[in-house]
T-cell receptor, first 114, second 108 residues
Framework: DTAVSQTPKYLVTQMGNDKSIKCEQN?????MYWYKQDSKKFLKIMFS???????INETVPNRFSPKSPDKAHLNLHINSLELGDSAVYFC?????????????FGAGTRLSVL | GEDVEQSLFLSVREGDSSVINCTYT??????LYWYKQEPGAGLQLLTY?????DMKQDQRLTVLLNKKDKHLSLRIADTQTGDSAIYFC????????FGKGTSLLVTP
C-alpha cells in the first residue's frame, strides 16, 4: 500500500546504456518530482510535473527526459548513461491547495553505472 | 541561489536530547521541513512548520523557527538508538531546497 512507489529499487548498468525508472503515486496528488541524491547525500531537484505538465526543469543534461503518462505517474528515462549518473534518484509527490509543497518521497532507486 | 546550512554530525547518548540546527536564506517558503533518512532508505517526512509559527511540538519532536534570523531547529527528546539517521532541513515552494543533512549518531 505504498504511497509513492519507485521501480526498480536497484539498477546496475553499463555506460552508454539507456534505462528508465518508474514512479507511481496513489495519493491523488497533482504534482510529482524527481530529485537526485549524490554520493555525499546532497539532494537536488531535477524536474517537477503538475497535472502532466513540466513546471520545473533544473539544469539537467538532455539525456534525462521525464515522461508523465498521467498525473499518477512520472517516469525518468536516461539515455547514454555516464559514470557520473550514479546516484540515488527519488520520486516525490505533493498536493495542490492548502498543503501544497508538503512532499512525500518514494524509497529511492539506487543507480550504479559501471 | 538559496542556501540551507546544517552541521554535518551530531553524537548524543541514548536518553539525552538532540538538537539539530539549520539556517536558510529563502524567506518566502510557506513551510519549512525536516526529513529523516535511515541508512539505505528513502526520505521520510518527519515534521514541518508553517512559516508564521514559532514552534511546533509533536510527541518527542519540537521544531523552533526564528524567522528573523532564518534559523530552524529540531529537538528530539529522549533520543533513542532508532533515531540514528540523517536529518535534512528543507525549504522552498514546489522545488525543495535541502541542506546537506546532519548525521545523528545515538550511542547506548
Amino acid at each position: 500500500d505504498t504511497a509513492v512507489s519507485q521501480t526498480p529499487k536497484y539498477l546496475v548498468t553499463q555506460m552508454g546504456n539507456d534505462k528508465s525508472i518508474k514512479c507511481e503515486q496513489n495519493l491523488g496528488h497533482d504534482t510529482m518530482y524527481w530529485y537526485k541524491q549524490d554520493s555525499k547525500k546532497f539532494l537536488k531537484i531535477m524536474f517537477s510535473y503538475n497535472n502532466k505538465e513540466l513546471i520545473i526543469n533544473e539544469t539537467v543534461p538532455n539525456r534525462f527526459s521525464p515522461k508523465s503518462p498521467d498525473k499518477a505517474h512520472l517516469n525518468l528515462h536516461i539515455n547514454s548513461l555516464e559514470l557520473g549518473d550514479s546516484a540515488v534518484y527519488f520520486c516525490a509527490s505533493s498536493q495542490e491547495g492548502e498543503f501544497k509543497n508538503i512532499q512525500y518521497f518514494g524509497a529511492g532507486t539506487r543507480l550504479s553505472v559501471l | 541561489g538559496e542556501d540551507v546550512e546544517q552541521s554535518l554530525f551530531l553524537s548524543v547518548r541514548e536518553g539525552d536530547s538532540s538538537v539539530i540546527n539549520c539556517t536558510y536564506t529563502d524567506s518566502s517558503s510557506t513551510y519549512l521541513y525536516w526529513y529523516k533518512q535511515e541508512p539505505g532508505a528513502g526520505l521520510q517526512l518527519l515534521t514541518y512548520i508553517f512559516s508564521n509559527m514559532d514552534m511546533k511540538q509533536d510527541q518527542r519532536l519540537t521544531v523552533l523557527l526564528n524567522k528573523k534570523d532564518k534559523h530552524l531547529s529540531l529537538r528530539i527528546a529522549d533520543t533513542q538508538t532508532g533515531d540514528s539517521a540523517i536529518y535534512f532541513c528543507a525549504e522552498g515552494e514546489y522545488a525543495l531546497n535541502f541542506g546537506k543533512g546532519t548525521s545523528l549518531l545515538v550511542t547506548p
